[in-house]
């Protein structure tokens, strides 16, 4: 009853990425994901992503990834299973080792998809997620409102509703 804050959503935008990935790649039949399944919200996300796959009539293949010496392996797989493009999970630990995740999407040749702007940020070739700033306002006006005594129970959770698709050229 004291809990409010603003979700980012960025896990129930995994049905929207196969579209967006679809889409540069009208020809795509099968697709990867890269997830840290140790992530608690992973799970949720995987089936967003595999729904979003399925009606799009795309096979999606899952390879998990929770500590950064598992990324050559996983990538090796992916490029083993012939996939069209990669989306990469929602994670904080996935998040933090951007850079090279991008460096390995890159040397195998794989179109992929993020979260994050940052990633883009960091030469990935596009990313589709809630728009960080706007969130990051959003935040400290509650912060304000809190400070200035309202109580967390009386401000609802926000749902954001301004999100960012973001396509690096260079990358491209």
Do not use: W
Request: hydrophobic share 45%; no cysteine.
């Amino acid at each position: 009853g004291n809990v409010t804050g603003v979700n980012l959503i960025f896990g129930a935008l995994g049905a929207k990425r196969p579209e967006l990935l679809r889409d540069l790649i009208p020809q795509a039949t099968t697709i990867a994901m890269l997830v840290n399944l140790n992530y608690p919200s992973a799970s949720t996300e995987v089936q967003e992503t595999e729904a979003g796959a399925r009606s799009l009539g795309l096979q999606l293949h899952v390879f998990n990834a929770t500590v950064e010496s598992e990324f050559e392996r996983a990538f090796a797989a992916i490029t083993a299973q012939r996939v069209a493009g990669l989306l990469v999970g929602d994670d904080p630990f996935l998040q933090s080792r951007r850079d090279k995740l991008v460096q390995l999407a890159a040397n195998h040749a794989i179109p992929a998809i993020y979260f994050s702007r940052d990633f883009s940020d960091a030469g990935g070739l596009m990313s589709y997620g809630s728009d960080l700033p706007e969130a990051t306002r959003q935040m400290g006006a509650y912060a304000g409102r809190i400070l200035k005594g309202a109580k967390p129970a009386d401000l609802p959770v926000m749902q954001m509703s301004k999100f960012e698709l973001v396509i690096n050229l260079q990358a491209a």
